[in-house]
């Protein structure tokens, strides 16, 4: 059974920071494009970063520069350190994992962040 499990994430005020985590289980973690998502109020869901499997992570403009995604293999988990956080940050964010060989994918439950003061 295939499970992506995120944590973290919380109320903050703008300008603090914070981390949140993806947790996999059920697949072969190596192989899989891992994705950060997020999705507003009554927006659509968008990516946030693109945690290849090997090479260069890829950010949306919104965030480059101030959000860093990793991902470590041997603990199958990716995390997202969220830095000068907005208002407009605020979220529900989702992790992904796609496989490209035979598209497989799969999608955690989400974790909230609310950035307020």
């Known amino acids: 059974q295939v499970q992506l499990v995120e944590s973290g994430g919380g109320l903050v005020q703008p300008g603090e920071s914070v981390r949140i985590s993806c947790a996999a289980s059920?697949?072969?973690?190596?192989?899989?494009?891992m994705r950060w998502y997020r999705q507003a109020p009554g927006k659509q869901r968008e990516v946030v970063a693109v945690?290849?499997?090997?090479?260069?992570?890829n950010y949306a403009d919104s965030v480059r520069g101030r959000f860093t995604a990793t991902r470590d293999n041997a603990e199958k988990t990716i995390m997202m350190q969220m830095n000068s956080l907005k208002p407009e940050d605020t979220a529900a964010y989702y992790c992904?994992?796609?496989?490209?060989?035979?598209?497989?994918?799969?999608w955690g439950q989400g974790t909230q962040v609310t950035v307020s003061s």
């Open positions: 945690i290849p499997v090997r090479g260069n992570t």
């Open positions: 059920g697949i072969v973690f190596s192989t899989y494009v």
């Open positions: 992904n994992a796609y496989n490209t060989y035979d598209r497989s994918e799969y």
